[in-house]
RNA sequence: GUGGGUGUAGCUCAGUUGGUAGAGCUCCUGGUUGUGGCCCAGGUGGCCGCGCGUUCAAGUCGCGUCACUCACCCCA
């Protein structure tokens, strides 16, 4: 029979691995929570029009990446390529807004993109979302960078960095858009490179963001986006820098810096980090005012971010092996049960340890206990059971003294 | 979707001009009758990714295919 594997771009997340997932997911939920988010489960599926109607019909996302199917009544649903617009979904659909419009709401799991998978980059790959809705005020897009900044520092990552930008409003953004085709189109096209001659056309806020040294040089003059801000969104980009700077976060502007997705407005940031590869950002958002009315909900605004888990795991050192109190090492058959009820004991009283299954030599038993680095490693066979007692091995120093069953916890507790 | 690299033991990798498959680590057993790590000895473990071709003979050469991986693109 042949071998059945899994399906390109998805894994099998073991131990180590998934641990720092765990470890990610839970400073994630401690840190969000001072600041009064809560969370929020959303399905991993959604109908097909959710996310076209959001990110985009004209997105790389929307047009090429999507796992999109008929269910069996023929309807068009979609594995989530990204959390917020499910959020919102749930937001409106739930009419949050009716008692209480400000909504800071936190979300992890696994999102679904067709790519062709690299590192930093997988079919199936797992982001923690934040979303704050229902306000506009400057002070929320501080708060959401300084809360995101917060768990980046809990988890003990360095050499992380934020870009910021303002991508301007419905009312200043087409603006720019024209004053950049003009500018685009004044360029002697031939000698940009293949993609931004297509960008050009389809994206071109994308030209300036081209990592070709001959497309660069080019686009060196071109207009900027803070120069074409109207005078609200200028204004409110100036209120979320002088918090930030006040909070003295770390932050450079970076007006080139671009969303791949359409519903971003005025604030936009990504944590950028120069040790994972081509696949960099590790964590990217920004302000979607209007997505909500979009979407079928009331006139208000929002902003969020998502991060990478697995970039962020690339980054993570390795999670040490989780030591046991005691490894309980079975010399004879006859004690096999007496030694699963003995753990199950010590187990309630919060003691970490596991029984061997089969009575090995002891030799073999000891090696477990070593490798599975217990504390201790205890012994029982036919000559403890006899006299009441067990064996208890100090790993570390190779001390043994034989105690009764009643004072084993206090023994363990002394290691 | 496009391009590069790599597929040999559970892991990391050798393998000569084509001539019957190797090491280190891991694991198991023993050296020590019921005592771990270090050391020593032995052992388990392979459709050499898969298929086709060339050849007396293919891990090795050719073609195809699949998988993994890195990069472009795109994005968290």
Request: hydrophobic share 35%.
């Given at each position: 029979m042949s071998k059945i594997q899994k399906i390109k771009g998805f894994s099998d997340l073991f131990s180590p691995e998934s641990d720092q997932f765990q470890f990610l997911e839970q400073t994630a939920r401690d840190v969000f929570s001072r600041y009064g988010c809560r969370e929020l489960r959303t399905p991993i599926i959604e109908k097909t029009n959710l996310f076209a109607r959001s990110i985009g019909e004209e997105t790389d996302v929307v047009q090429k990446e999507m796992y999109t199917f008929p269910d069996r009544k023929g309807r068009s649903l979609t594995l989530r390529p990204e959390a917020t617009a499910g959020v919102l979904r749930a937001y409106i659909e739930n009419k949050l807004y009716a008692r209480e419009p400000l909504q800071k709401l936190f979300t992890c799991g696994p999102m679904f993109r067709y790519e062709r998978p690299q590192k930093g980059r997988m079919r199936q790959f797992h982001q923690i979302n934040v979303e704050v809705l229902g306000t506009d005020a400057p002070q929320a897009d501080a708060e959401v960078l300084l809360m995101l900044w917060t768990f980046l520092q809990s988890t003990g990552l360095k050499g992380l960095a934020i870009e910021l930008n303002s991508l301007?409003?419905?009312?200043?953004?087409p603006v720019f858009h024209d004053a950049l085709r003009s500018f685009l189109d004044s360029l002697d096209t031939d000698r940009l490179c293949d993609d931004c001659k297509r960008r050009k056309d389809t994206n071109p806020l994308r030209v300036l963001d081209c990592k070709v040294p001959a497309c660069k040089e080019m686009t060196k003059?071109?207009?900027?986006?803070?120069?074409?801000l109207c005078p609200e969104c200028r204004e409110h980009f100036a209120a979320?820098?002088?918090?930030?700077?006040?909070a003295e976060l770390p932050y450079t502007l970076n007006p080139r810096l671009v969303r791949g997705l359409d519903y971003y407005q005025r604030t936009t940031f990504e944590i950028v980090s120069g040790d994972i590869g081509s696949q960099s950002a590790v964590a990217g958002g920004g302000r979607y005012d209007g997505l909500i009315e979009k979407l079928g909900g009331p006139k208000l605004p929002g902003i969020g971010f998502a991060c990478g888990m697995e970039r962020l795991a690339l980054l993570l050192p390795e999670q040490e092996e989780p030591h046991l109190d005691?490894?309980?090492a079975v010399l004879d058959d006859s004690a096999l049960n007496t030694s699963l009820i003995l753990a199950q004991h010590l187990r309630d009283k919060g003691?970490?340890?596991?029984?061997?299954?089969?009575?090995?030599?002891v030799k073999a038993q000891l090696r477990q206990a070593n490798r599975k680095q217990a504390k201790t490693c205890?012994?029982?066979?036919?000559?403890?059971?006899?006299?009441?007692?067990?064996?208890?091995?100090?790993m570390a120093t190779g001390a043994q003294q034989s105690v009764s069953q009643d004072d084993l916890e206090q023994a363990l507790g002394l290691q």
């Open positions: 301007g409003c419905a009312e200043c953004r003059d071109a207009p900027c986006i803070s120069d074409h979320v820098r002088e918090v930030l700077d006040q005691f490894y309980l003691f970490t340890g596991e029984v061997g299954f089969e009575t090995k030599s205890l012994l029982l066979g036919t000559e403890e059971m006899d006299k009441g007692q067990i064996l208890v091995k100090d």
